[in-house]
Nanobody, 127 residues
Framework: QLQLVESGGGLVQPGGSLRLSCVDS????????IGWFRQAPGKEREGVSC????????AYADSVKGRFTSSRDNAKNTVYLQMNSLKPEDTAVYYC????????????????????WGQGTQVTVSS
């Protein structure tokens, strides 16, 4: 069973950048699409991005397009979320999740299609 672990969160000023990582130390992520999600206090979990198993296909929420980029290094069994031009409204707990899906699906950013989840990492954007 996959055990995903996120890292890289923290406190950053508006306009700053962070890079999150998602890794599984036990199982090969090569076959899985990886989604990034976030959840702010009092809000529903929101899909941020999806990257296909090969890394050749991605999808992003409108709220992060042009600012966030997902990539993966299958040799390191690691998926990244590069977040630039961060805004206070990006503040949330960020989760990665794995699923046997295509990022071209209309549901690619829906939490329900993912089978395995990490514990999350806090991102706070504040001056």
């Amino acid at each position: 069973q996959l055990q995903l672990v996120e890292s890289g969160g923290g406190l950053v000023q508006p306009g700053g950048s962070l890079r999150l990582s998602c890794v599984d130390s036990g199982f090969n992520l090569d076959y899985y699409a990886i989604g990034w999600f976030r959840q702010a206090p009092g809000k529903e979990r929101e899909g941020v991005s999806c990257i296909s198993s090969s890394g050749g296909s991605t999808a992003y929420a409108d709220s992060v397009k042009g600012r966030f980029t997902s990539s993966r290094d299958n040799a390191k069994n690691t998926v990244y979320l590069q977040m630039n031009s961060l805004k206070p409204e990006d503040t949330a707990v960020y989760y990665c999740a794995a699923g046997l899906i295509s990022c071209t699906y209309l549901s690619a950013l829906a939490p329900i299609v993912y089978d395995y989840w990490g514990q999350g990492t806090q991102v706070t954007v504040s001056s």
